[in-house]
């Protein structure tokens, strides 16, 4: 992607957004036109769109689009990270991708303070969260909406990935998400 689009980030693809925040969400990585090109996670791609019409909805963001690193939008209580940092080949990320970039989401966890709730945008994330907290997956297993309280550990809560195939399908809808998100949120303003 580098030769073709030397203008582009190119780079592992930072966490952004509030490093307070108690609403951590992680998703998949970064898109190829999207993240990839903007260095920031969810920019400038469709699964974007969702998503942050629903954090602004919700209070969470200060924009309701994501265009560019330098477009202003800030996040609320919110940040935003992914379980793959780079571009994967052909767009879907390998076992032995999410494996190494475990190492890093683990390191993301433990260097701020702990967030009250994780929402995992798809069943890779779902893992790769659970995985970066020390919590074996298979006890707690992905369906969307589902909420996960392992001991010891932020709650875990399950959507299906917003991207342009899941929202075309409507196997998830813009309803769909703002329900599992604001049970998110919720979950993570609780004392």
Do not use: W
């Not at 469709?46 to 942050?52: E, F, S």
């Not at 935003?80 to 076992?95: D, G, R, Y």
């Not at 970066?132 to 001991?151: D, E, I, N, S």
């Amino acid at each position: 992607m580098r030769a073709e689009h030397p203008e582009y980030y190119n780079l592992p693809v930072p966490p952004f957004g509030d490093p307070e925040a108690r609403l951590l969400i992680v998703g998949l990585a970064p898109g190829a036109h999207g993240a990839n090109r903007t260095g920031r996670p969810f920019t400038g791609d469709y699964a974007g769109v969702l998503l942050y019409e629903t954090l602004f909805a919700a209070g969470l963001s200060t924009r309701p689009v994501s265009v560019s690193a330098a477009d202003g939008l800030e996040l609320r209580n919110c940040r935003i990270t992914n379980a793959v940092k780079c571009l994967p080949p052909a767009n879907k990320p390998e076992t032995s991708e999410a494996d190494t970039c475990n190492l890093y989401l683990a390191a993301e966890l433990t260097l701020l303070p702990p967030p009250r709730v994780i929402l995992a945008l798809g069943a890779i994330a779902h893992r790769a969260a659970l995985r970066a907290l020390g919590v074996k997956p298979g006890g707690y297993p992905f369906a969307h909406g589902a909420v996960h309280r392992p001991p010891g550990a932020p709650i875990v809560v399950d959507s299906y990935h917003c991207s342009r195939y899941n929202t075309q399908t409507r196997r998830l809808t813009a309803q769909m998400f703002a329900d599992v998100l604001a049970e998110a949120r919720a979950l993570a303003t609780e004392r």
